[in-house]
């Protein structure tokens, strides 16, 4: 657990560091933290070069855990395969000083096609820059739900409608907190 910590405060320090991230990954298979391994290997494989030992490694254990499949994360959607009426949806983690405290740079976001739908498939996570901004790009239209967690009680659990070409600005703040709002209120999809 100590590894864990410390590499959790290295990558505050320094969020951008491929070895911390794969480390934290690698250190999460350890400890049984699965959804951190996903998350950490993810960002790996959005990032390393893809013939670097790290970015392979990352593939192997999504693939064998099931959680490569049709996911991506944002940063590394392939053009090929995202339609030309592509949406985004963009903002940044805006916390008064009155509230309590928010991480703002590499909170991890998800944004998931909700079940029944023709978005069931689509999975997109990134991490919020320094300043708390984030940007959802090449992202098909549809029905979306939007969390900063995948287990666990999240900060925020919106409902996100895109139309095709949508530009949609979209801040997170403690007034659409799951403290104020809920759009999945029996825990999600």
Do not use: C
């Amino acid at each position: 657990m100590a590894a864990a910590r410390l590499l959790r405060e290295a990558l505050v320090k320094d969020p951008a560091n491929l070895k911390l991230h794969y480390y934290l990954a690698v250190t999460a298979t350890h400890l049984d933290l699965i959804e951190e391994a996903v998350r950490e290997f993810q960002w790996v494989l959005a990032n390393a070069p893809a013939s670097s030992a790290e970015s392979q490694a990352a593939r192997t254990w999504l693939t064998a855990a099931g959680r490569l499949g049709k996911e991506r994360t944002a940063a590394a959607a392939p053009v090929e395969d995202t339609p030309a009426n592509a949406s985004t949806v963009h903002g940044q983690i805006v916390w008064s000083d009155g509230e309590p405290p928010v991480p703002k740079s590499r909170l991890q976001l998800f944004l998931r096609g909700l079940p029944n739908t023709p978005t069931k498939e689509e999975y997109h996570v990134l991490r919020t820059d320094a300043e708390g901004r984030f940007s959802f790009r090449r992202v098909v239209p549809g029905t979306y739900e939007l969390t900063n967690r995948i287990a666990g009680e999240p900060l925020w659990r919106l409902r996100v409608q895109l139309q095709p070409g949508q530009d949609l600005a979209l801040d997170l703040t403690p007034q659409n907190s799951l403290k104020n709002r809920d759009d999945f209120p029996q825990g999600g999809k």
